[in-house]
């Protein structure tokens, strides 16, 4: 399996050139280089030039570097695709997604600025239509990436309260994952806004998780470390994985299509599981060498 690691993925201003310095050497997974909504309207063209610039200078080494750049129905989108088409980026997220015609809007305008043909995009399901329509929007096309939960823009959109449990936003999150899954994206969950709250960041990343989340998206560098170690297989997982295949190659040499493990049944469907825990170990110990 040939698996990339999103389980931070740290927002950057792109109007504060020292946090995108310091960004090449944190243990994020991704980073999100923003020209959206963590940059005012009168810094956009600022953010716009230092983004461009810091990534011809390169130095991020194996971390997936996204670009955010604002809706193509604001003063700045069409500028930022012309600037960031042909930037070095691995991809670019759209804001603000609400239907298949936007996502082809979007690749269109994206085209025409002269990027790359296989320039991945992703969208950011962020707005009530964005989330009613996100199974069509997530089919649109095949250059589509993934889906980034934009959870503050979606409790003002919808006067969602944010509470502890996220008990609002659960249908959404759970919408969204499974039309991700059904075309075969990555997913990504909200922004966590209290930097105070360990306690409370670190349950919502044990949720998202449980929901099928591929990572979580950061507003601060110091989420990074327990996003890593919650959406990434620990020591006992990988142990469980090791030991579920070496039960089921057993099995199968005893001609037999399912065992158990530790009192649970195993087929072959949790092998298949199992074999992806340890190819996503590989490719985090493999991005940290």
Known sequence: MNLRPRRSVLYLPGSNP??????????????ILDMEDAVSPDSKELARTRITESLSRGGYGSREVL????????????DDLAAVARCGADG???PKIESPEEVHAALS??????A???????????????????????????????IIMGSSDLAKETRIRHTPDRIGFIMALSHCVMAARAHGLEILDGVHLDLGDEAGFRAVCNQGRDL???????????????????????EAEVLEAHTIIAAWEQARQEGKGVTVVNGRLVENLHVEQARRTLAMSEAITAMAA
Do not use: C
Not at 109 to 114: E, H, R, V, W
Not at 120 to 143: H, N
């Open 18 to 31: 020292r946090a995108m310095e310091k960004a090449r050497s944190l243990p994020t997974d991704s980073l």
């Open 67 to 78: 670009i955010r750049v604002n809706s193509l129905n604001t003063p700045w989108g069409a």
């Open 92 to 94: 670019i997220v759209f």
């Open 109 to 114: 305008a994206l085209d025409s600025a002269g």
């Open 116 to 146: 790359p043909a296989d320039l991945p995009i992703w969208v950011m399901a962020e707005t009530p239509y964005g989330i009613l329509r996100i199974e069509a929007i997530a089919g649109a096309s095949p250059r589509l990436g993934g």
């Open 212 to 234: 099928g989340f591929d990572g979580k998206t950061l507003i601060h560098p110091q989420q990074i470390a327990a996003a890593n170690e919650l959406f990434g297989p620990g």
